[in-house]
Each structure stands twice: as C-alpha cells, then as structure tokens.
C-alpha cells in the first residue's frame, strides 16, 4: 500500500515539505533551496544560481533534513536536495549551523581577505556571509597559497587568488553564452579556474561573469578602482544599442555614469546583460562630446548661447519650411523628442520626415512592428527560422534565449544567411545564398515542412535582410513562409525605438530618406546622427547634406557632423535624461536620467520646446515633460507611402553589409573598452575561395572595392563560410561607408 500523501488537496505534481516549521506546497523534482528562496528563508550559498545549473560544489547551503521521523545521517546540501512530501528541513538548528560554519572556515583558509582594496567590497557575497557564518580569529595558520592572474580581456579583470572555486563563472560561459572558455585546471588544492590558453574571453556576454562572481575574483575592469559601492547611486535605465530594450541600472557618482549593471525583467534580458549595453557608457565621455551650441560663421565654427543657436536654427527652418525641409531622426531617439520631432515637421508644412536611416528599400512602404510573439515565448518556440541575421551580434541576448531553447527543449534552428555565422547553437539546416536568393529558399518545401510540423514555429527576419536593396521581396517571402506555416513573424526592429518612433508618426507623408537624398532638400534637420556613419547609402547623404544647410541636434560634434552641419545643438544621450522606448514587443519602457548633462547640453525636448516657440509654432507651449507626454498622447498616425526600390545591380558581388557589434551607433562607437574587446575587427572584406582566386587575390592580400556610390581599400580574409558570389563586410567604419550599394566589384588596387 502506497503512503498518503501529507496534504491530500495539492496538484499532483507538488508535495508537503517544512522548513523550519512552516508548512509549504513545492513541485516535485525542484530543490530544498529553492522552496526556502520561495518562502523567503535565507539559506547561504555560493555556487548555487538559479539560472545555472547545480554543481553543489560550495556546500555552504548544507541544512539537516528528517523524513518519517528519521534524520539524516549527515547535512545535505540544500541546492541538490530534491523535495519529497513531507521531508522536514531544518536550516538554523545546531547540526546545520555548525556544518555551515565549518564550511565558511575552510572557504576562507586560502583566500586573501583584502576587502579594503578589493572591488566587490561593499557588495560581495562571501562578506556577508562570513559576517554571519564565519570565526573572528582563523585557526588556520600555514601559508596561503596564491594563484597567477590571467589577462582574459578590455572588460573582466581577474584577481584568481581571490577565487573560491563556486565555477559560476564556468557553467555561465558554457551554459548560458556557449563558449566554454572559462573552466577548471589542475586538482585539489591547487584547482585553478581559468582559460587554460590564456586569451581574452570572446563572448558578447562576458561581463556577466562579473555579476555571477560571489567574490572579488572577477571583476568590472572599466569600473576598477574607481569608487565604492555605497558612493554610488542607481538609476534606473534601458539599453539603447538594440531593439530589445534590456533593463539595467546605471551607476551614478556625482553625476557620472561609472557602472552599468543588469535590472532583472523575466519578460525581457532575464538577469544577463549584452556586453555592449554593460560598457558603452564609457562613449558618453568621449572628447569630441557636444557641450555647448555651435554655429558656423564664414566657415568656421565657434561656441555661442542657447539664444544665438537656437534663433540662427529657426532662421534656417524659417527660410525653408515646407517642402524644402527634411527632418531625419536617428532610430534610437526617444518616444517623447519623435514625438515633439513629428510635430515640428507637421507645423513647419513639411512631410519628409524619417527614422529608417539604414535601409535601401522603401517599395512596400515597411516599418517596424512588434514581435507576433512576445519575446519571453520566441525561447519557447521548437523550430526557428532565421532570416538575414548574425544574431549574436544584433540581438545577443535573444541568441541566448535561442540556445537555452535548443538545450533544454531541443528546438531545431535553421538559418538562411550569406555567411556561416559563429552561432553558439547548433543549426537543424543551413541555408549559404547570396540575400537576393533568400526569398526562393523561403519558398522551399522541406523548410516549409518543417515549420508545419512544429508546434509553435518562429521566422525572425534580421537585419541583412531588412536593409538589403531587395529587402521588400524578402519581407514579403517572409509573411508568405509564415501564412502557409503557420509560423510567427519577427521582424527584428532596425533601431533601439523603431517600434516607437512608428507609433510616434516619426515617418513620411512626402520622402522618405531615400526620397530626400535623391532629391535633395534645402535644409535638413538631424536628430541623433552622425552622417558620416549612420545613413546606409553615406555618399547619397553627405552629397545632399553638404549642399543643403542643416540643423544637428547631436550628441557629438563630430567630424562629419562639423562638415555638415550650419548649427549643432547639444542634446542629451539616453543615460542623461529621462524618457521612454519601445521595444520588440511593444512595450513602452521608461529610463530615467542618470548621468549629468554635459556642459551646456539639454533635454532633447527642451530644446524642441524652445525651437518651436522660437519658431511661434502651436503645440509647443508646455512647460514639463509631462506636458510634453499629454500633448503627443496618441501619437501621430501617418499611412506610409510606398517609396523607391533598392538598387542591387547586376556586376560584381553581391554585397552582405552586417553591423558591426560594436560600431552600431556614435556612442558605442567610442566606448575604448568595446573596440578592445576580440569581437571588434578591423574593416576588411571576406570572400569565399572561388571568388577570390576570380579576383586574383589571396587571404592578406589588400583589394579595392568599387561601389556604385564610392571606393574602399581593405584588406583580403578567404573563408569558406561565406556563400559563393558574396562579399561580407561589416558596416560602421568610415573605412567601408562608402559601400551603400547593393553589389561591389572586386580588384587588385
């Protein structure tokens, strides 16, 4: 006869179990330490991290436990304990607090104690729990023992002496980032966790090491020795480098951003956070930062007051309202200044107006839409097809969610890309072709299958094919694939606030961006941008801008921005201000400001508020931020209209133009740490063997590359990963800005 069970009225899947006399319900199969964290009781420990898996290494979450009235011989580890119906635990008793202490004693025998000069002080694990679990004098009196320190990096600094061997560190780079470059040498008292091969850690996601670290062991290396803990105050923020939108904290000592750290959202980046929203703050402090407002006079710029910028500003927008204005905004610029933006073009009579700076086909008159599944469910899904996308470079953290998938539910991935990209998953099929070709192999029936005998299937549509010159052939094989699939279509937002600026009527009812180039404008406004980078066809832009007089609403004011522009108004950058974005699912998220403004630099809709009453325009006349939100509440509704297809040629190769990691915006541009990091390479052009022995050229070789827009001279890498007829080259260097079209040729120089 079975035993009954305690509490006959619970779901079949969860048991009884009491920890420290209070009764609880938890699932079958999930651990002691994890019903006490559900109950709010306080077990110590060190390797367990609940989204790792368990190691049970530490020891130091050892409780007592008594079933049928029978205790158990010795402590059990709490994180590897598996609840069973009415199992007692006992975390405070005698028995398991003297395993708990002698554990904190030995954990404690070889490491170094240097908390004064450590920079986990104020915040580390290990402190507060050998506040409460540890001796006061140590009787442990040998020598300890003291372990090489390896440089793994621009952004983890590593003081291994320190380390206690909890291999949180290992498990995150295995299971969560899939590089597996962290792990454990040697045995017993001389384990070591290290590379082995001593070279930088080459994961996007590295700095989460840092967060998963109990000790000082790994370390913020930008952030090292720069301020204490309890000097620091939290603000909370977004990242603004892609669409996902990740929550984060920002760090602020007197008014300067020192530290980046991850704001846990479930919905959204879990706990993790992408290397390039952790460090790109450094970029804020770059010295060509905008501080005060410039004006150009005889050709020369000098400093003058916010009433001398903002009326030489308004004379421009006065002398060319209407049609002969442009306004252009930076994909990742806030809710509330698109907003204020859209209604300035409005009042001043203009409808080119635009945010989709980095495509080349506007035939279909597409513009970012959310998610058809929300973010949290794309890890759920069984097959997933991906479209034009290096994904660990645009999304990272949404590559990561698609490796836990493949892992733990065993999701077969299939990917559609003009380059064998360094995926940390494994691909179900892959699919080599020039972007031109994606729409036919989206049309193929064994792919098509596959997707229909899915239970829930995804198609994520990435950036090489949203900002390909056929790009509207390919959103259009897309939704086809998923109509007769029955698969969700992702298509991954090309900016921090597409979504947002869409809603916001950040779009045009004249040109678009493609529009104002091909015929010119007199004058332009620019939000955010920095021309000489950002736009996708560079000579078409600057060719417009140079002959046109423009008003720079910028954050930097930088070399090209200065040989553009007439006026430069600073404005604050995301960290600086609050506001809100809108990420790939649709949510309106706020940030508030963190960082102190520079110098003279305001509030984007400050400024648009002065502009516009410089300009005696309507709607401008709040005085809050608030008053700002009422007044654009709603947003603007704008019907796209179809504009001009992309140019792809027919001569040459076919160009695969996919951002670089770390060169996507102006900030993350000058953030030192970043362009350190092993992921940042130097402007080159990667051909498949066939096509450079065509060309006669060898890998190392130097090649010049025409464009039907420009010349670039690059370096040569040969390598069988990209797809025949194809040249890869990765875009925001001002080495590569000239390439905007759709196919290049390639030759000796």
Same mark, same amino acid.
């Given at each position: 006869?079975?035993?009954?069970p305690?509490?006959?009225?619970l ?18 199969g999930?651990?002691?330490i994890?019903a006490a ?8 420990r ?9 190691a ?10 008594e ?9 059990s580890?709490a ?8 199992l007692?635990?006992?975390?405070r ?19 170094p104690?240097?908390c004064?000069?450590?920079?986990q002080g ?10 409460g ?15 090489p ?5 621009p ?16 498990r995150f ?6 590089t ?12 070591q966790?290290g ?15 840092v967060?998963?670290?109990p000790v000082?062991a ?22 603004y480098?892609?669409?996902?939108g990740?929550?984060l ?19 959204v ?8 929203d952790r460090?790109?703050?450094?970029g ?64 001043l ?20 839409e ?12 069984d ?10 470079h ?9 490796r ?31 972007p031109?070709?994606f729409?036919?192999?989206?049309g ?10 899915a ?6 549509v990435g ?10 052939a ?5 939704r ?7 698969a ?5 937002p ?11 009527g ?20 620019l939000y955010?941008i ?7 066809d ?8 140079n ?14 921005t200065r ?6 108004l600073?404005v604050g950058a ?11 699912d ?8 963190g960082?102190?403004?520079p110098?003279?630099?305001?509030e ?8 516009? &009453?410089?300009?005696? $325009? ?7 931020? /608030?008053?700002?939100? *009422?007044?654009? !509440? %709603? +947003?603007r509704?704008v019907?796209?209209?179809?504009g001009?297809a992309?140019?792809a ?18 900030v ?12 940042s ?16 050229l060898?890998?190392?070789t ?7 827009? &420009?010349?670039?001279? $690059? ?7 990209? /797809?025949?007829?194809? *040249?890869?080259? !990765? %875009? +925001? ?13 390639v030759?000796?120089?």
């Amino acid at each position: 006869m079975s035993a009954q069970p305690v509490n006959p009225n619970l779901p079949p899947d969860h048991v009884t179990v009491f920890i420290d006399g209070v009764e609880m319900a938890a699932p079958k199969g999930s651990m002691i330490i994890q019903a006490a964290d559900k109950a709010g009781i306080p077990i110590p420990r060190f390797c367990y991290h609940d989204k790792l898996a368990v190691a049970a290494n530490c020891r130091m979450c050892l409780v007592d436990t008594e079933v049928g009235g029978r205790s158990a011989p010795k402590p059990s580890p709490a994180c590897a304990t598996p609840v069973m119906d009415g199992l007692k635990v006992f975390t405070r008793n005698e028995k398991a607090l003297k395993a708990q202490r002698n554990v904190m004693e030995f954990l404690l025998i070889n490491h170094p104690l240097d908390c004064p000069v450590c920079d986990q002080g104020g915040e580390c694990e290990l402190q507060d729990v050998s506040l409460g679990y540890g001796r006061s004098v140590s009787r442990y009196v040998e020598r300890k023992r003291a372990v090489p320190d390896e440089d793994i990096g621009p952004l983890v600094a590593t003081e291994m002496t320190r380390c206690i061997h909890c291999t949180r560190c290992v498990r995150f780079t295995g299971e969560i980032a899939g590089t597996y470059e962290l792990g454990g040498m040697y045995r017993g008292e001389n384990l070591q966790i290290g590379t082995y091969d001593g070279k930088p850690l080459t994961t996007e996601l590295s700095g989460n090491v840092v967060d998963v670290c109990p000790v000082g062991a790994l370390t913020n290396k930008v952030f090292q020795f720069r301020a204490r803990p309890w000097e620091l105050v939290a603000k909370e923020s977004l990242g603004y480098h892609d669409a996902m939108g990740s929550n984060l904290y920002l760090h602020v000592r007197r008014g300067e951003v020192l530290r980046t750290v991850p704001r846990d959202n479930e919905a959204v980046n879990e706990c993790w956070l992408s290397d390039r929203d952790r460090y790109s703050h450094q970029g804020l402090y770059a010295a060509d930062r905008a501080t005060v407002p410039m004006r150009k006079v005889d050709g020369q710029w000098r400093e003058v007051s916010w009433a001398e910028g903002l009326a030489a500003a308004s004379d421009i927008l006065r002398a060319h309202a209407g049609d002969a204005l442009g306004v252009l905004a930076h994909p990742a610029t806030s809710n509330e200044e698109g907003g204020l933006l859209a209604l300035l073009a409005g009042e001043l009579g203009s409808g080119n107006l635009d945010h989709r700076i980095g495509n080349r086909d506007f035939s279909d008159g597409a513009v970012a839409e959310p998610f058809a599944v929300p973010l949290a469910e794309v890890g759920q899904a069984d097959v997933v097809v991906l479209v034009g996308s290096n994904l660990r470079h645009e999304l990272p953290l949404l590559h990561a969610r698609l490796r836990q998938a493949q892992v733990k539910r065993n999701a077969r991935i299939h990917a559609i890309n003009p380059v064998d990209f360094d995926f940390t998953f494994a691909l179900a099929g892959k699919h080599l072709v020039p972007p031109s070709r994606f729409a036919d192999v989206l049309g193929d029936t064994a792919l098509r299958d596959a997707a229909k005998a899915a239970t829930r299937a995804v198609v994520i549509v990435g950036s090489i094919a949203e900002n390909h010159p056929q790009a509207a052939a390919i959103r259009a094989a897309a939704r086809d694939f998923a109509a007769a699939t029955g698969a969700s279509l992702c298509r991954i937002p090309q900016g921090a606030n597409a979504v947002g600026l869409a809603r916001a009527g950040v779009l045009p009812t004249a040109r678009d961006v493609d529009g104002m180039f091909a015929e010119p404008r007199g004058a332009y406004i620019l939000y955010g941008i920095e021309p000489g980078l950002d736009f996708a066809d560079t000579a078409a832009a600057l060719k417009a801008l140079n002959a046109a007089q423009v008003v720079a609403f910028s954050h930097f004011a930088c070399e090209s921005t200065r040989a553009v522009a007439d006026v430069i108004l600073p404005v604050g950058a995301l960290p600086e201000v609050e506001a809100t974005l809108t990420n790939l699912d649709g949510i309106e998220q706020p940030a508030r400001a963190g960082g102190k403004l520079p110098g003279q630099a305001r509030e984007g809709w400050r400024v648009l508020r002065a502009l516009g &009453g410089e300009l005696g $325009l309507s709607g401008f006349g709040f005085t809050d931020l /608030a008053g700002a939100r *009422a007044l654009l !509440e %709603g +947003g603007r509704k704008v019907e796209v209209r179809a504009g001009r297809a992309g140019v792809a040629g027919n001569a040459g190769l076919e160009l695969a133009l996919v951002p670089a990691i770390y060169r996507t915006d102006a900030v993350v541009r000058r953030a030192p740490a970043l362009q350190a990091h092993p992921l940042s390479l130097e402007p080159r052009i990667v051909l498949n063997p066939d096509d450079a022995v065509a060309a006669g050229l060898a890998d190392g070789t130097v090649a010049k590359v025409r464009g039907s827009d &420009g010349t670039a001279t $690059l370096p040569v890498v040969v390598d069988p990963g990209v /797809a025949a007829g194809v *040249a890869w080259i !990765e %875009g +925001g260097h001002g080495a590569t800005a000239p390439l905007g079209a759709g196919r290049v040729e390639v030759v000796k120089p």
